[in-house]
Structure formats: C-alpha cells, structure tokens
C-alpha cells in the first residue's frame, strides 16, 4: 500500500503541473429542461385542430423525466474520458474499456468541510488507505480490454475523487497511469430512481448473502446491498474455465503462484462502497457456465487482509 500511495503522489503532482487548477469546467447537465417551453395546452383549438397538429410539434415538457442520469467513462490508451461534473441523484455509470488492461473506476466522496486540497495534502502525508472523510460509493469494476460495464449508483451532491486502484501485470495501479479524476456532483432538481431489479446480493461482514438458484442463464440487473456494520464492499464475478473452482482462480495471483494464466475472466463487477448507496450491476449469464463471485476490498479490521480471505468468496453454475 506504501508504494502505491507514493505513486499516487507522483500522479498527482503531475496533474497539477498539467492542469494548473483542479476546477472542473461547469458543465450544464442534459436534464435541465427549461420550464419555459409551452406546454400542449396551451394550443388554442381554434385556430389549429387538435388532428392537424404535427408530431413534431411534441413540447419539451411532455418528454418523461429520465428515470436514470447517464455518466460514460471512456479508459483509453491514455487514461479516461469522461465529464468533470454530473448532476445528483441515481446514475447509470458505464465504463467503455479501450485500453489495454482490466479497468476500474471507484467514486469516493469527501466529506462536505473537504477539497481537492485535503486530498492532495493526504497523500502527502503518507495515507495508506482512504481516510474516514473519504465515503466509497462503489462504481464499475472488472471490466476486460474490449469490453464495456454497466452499474448504477445514487451520487449525493459534492467532490468525489474516481480512481482505479488495480495494479497491471507490471504492479502499477492504473491510477499512477491516468486514470484518476477529480469529480463534482451538482445539485440537481430530477428526480431519478434506482433501476429495476431481478436478482439480489447482500454484502455483510464478511459474506455474501445470496440466493443462487436465481442466476439464471441470461441478462440480468442485480441489486447490491451493503449491510455490513463496519466495512465497504465489492462484488466482483469472474466466469471460470470449465472444471476450475474460484479457489484455484485466486491462487493464480498469489506471490507463490507459478504464473500463467489464471482459469478464468472478470465479466463484471462494483467498485467498493458504503451503506450509502445501492450499487446496481448488469450482467449476463450463460446456461451450464460457472461463476465466482468475490470481494477483493482489503479489511481496514484484518490488517488490510482481502475479503475473500474473510469469507466472501462463492461460487455457482448456470442450469442449463
Ligand atoms: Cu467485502
């Protein structure tokens, strides 16, 4: 943790440098509809008959309120495109992955008395994990070269930091190689809702709790929710190789491994996150296939020892 704490001061101060100021540009968000756009009423019957009216015609005002707002987060070569604020409320967070490695990206809120600044003078001083100011909210994680991660979250108004704390095959984390933003959610007046749902998981510490004679071949939106009194969690699913158990998938990073692949790809994921909110991931199941689900957040009560160590690890296969 030391070392990757020290890199994120080196990335930092090389943002700075870069960007001379941490100010995200105000962005308007999408669903600012303006109240002055004149409703159907208000067109008098007598003049143009109610048959005549062109489809077109439709005012802004009868559009529906999106039930979700939408945040898309490009990895490139180079580290993310995506937009330097969004407005509150429950979005659908989509990680498009068009770089070379597996990618995350977690939201971490800071407290409201706490700035970029905080930040920086943290890492500074040789944190070796987020501080108690510092709120996960979990986001996407998971994601293959390729391949692109939906999850939905309610982002309360504030600064948040997104960060991609895994480690490639060098042991770099990504965030020492761009992908790190500082991150402003706006008040907004939408109302939006949490996604629907067909299956659930339950995050204690340290289990899953989970029914899985509900993963069913096919596409899915599960519901993510910690109930842990003391720690963030994650749910992470990995599809194993035909005969491999999700033990033999986590072995194959041990320090003492052999090397090679190891039996098995991540397919989806959350990032970690508090009791704050729900996270709610979508994913698709294939029939006769087999599946881990683990939790990787390193246990701030254990000495930093990975959930899965504690108990959060599981496996099931898809009926055919
Ligand atoms: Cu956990």
Redesign the pocket.
């Known amino acids: 943790m030391k070392k990757l704490y020290f890199i994120m001061i080196l990335l930092i101060a090389l943002i700075a440098s870069a960007c001379g100021s941490t100010e995200p540009e105000a962005v308007a968000p999408a669903t600012d509809i303006p109240e002055t756009a004149v409703p159907a009423t208000d067109v008098p019957e007598t003049v143009v008959p109610a048959t005549d009216i062109p489809e077109t015609a439709v005012p802004a005002t009868d559009e529906p309120e999106p039930a979700l707002h939408e945040m898309n987060i490009t990895a490139t070569a180079e580290g993310w495109d995506a937009p330097a604020s969004v407005p509150a409320g429950w979005t659908k967070v989509t990680l498009i992955n068009e770089s070379e490695g597996l990618r995350q990206a977690a939201f971490l809120r800071l407290d409201d008395d706490k700035s970029m600044d905080d930040v920086f003078a943290a890492i500074e001083a040789g944190m070796e994990g987020p501080p108690a100011w510092m709120t996960p909210y979990g986001g996407v994680s998971g994601v293959l070269p390729g391949e692109n991660t939906t999850v939905s979250l309610n982002l309360a108004a504030g600064q948040y930091i997104v960060i991609d704390p895994v480690p490639g095959a060098d042991g770099v984390p990504g965030m020492a190689k761009g992908y790190f933003m500082p991150l402003v959610v706006e008040e907004s007046n939408v109302t939006t809702a949490a996604p629907a749902a067909d299956l659930s998981v339950e ?1 204690v ?2 289990a899953f709790k989970v029914d899985f004679d509900t993963f069913t071949a096919g596409k899915h939106t599960i519901k993510v929710t910690n109930s ?1 009194a003391q ?4 749910l992470v699913i990995v599809k194993l190789d035909d005969g491999a158990t999700i033990q033999d998938f986590l072995s194959a990073f041990a320090p003492d491994a052999p090397g090679g692949a190891p039996p098995g790809v991540f397919i989806a994921g959350t990032g ?1 996150f508090d009791e704050v909110t729900d996270n709610y991931l979508e994913v698709e199941f294939e029939a006769g296939a087999t599946y881990g689900i683990v ?3 390193p ?1 701030t009560e254990n000495g930093g020892q ?3 160590t ?1 108990g ?1 690890v599981g496996q099931f296969t898809v009926q055919e």
């Open positions: 995050l510490d340290y842990g720690e963030a969690h994650e970690a939790c990787f957040t246990s990975p959930h899965f504690l959060m």
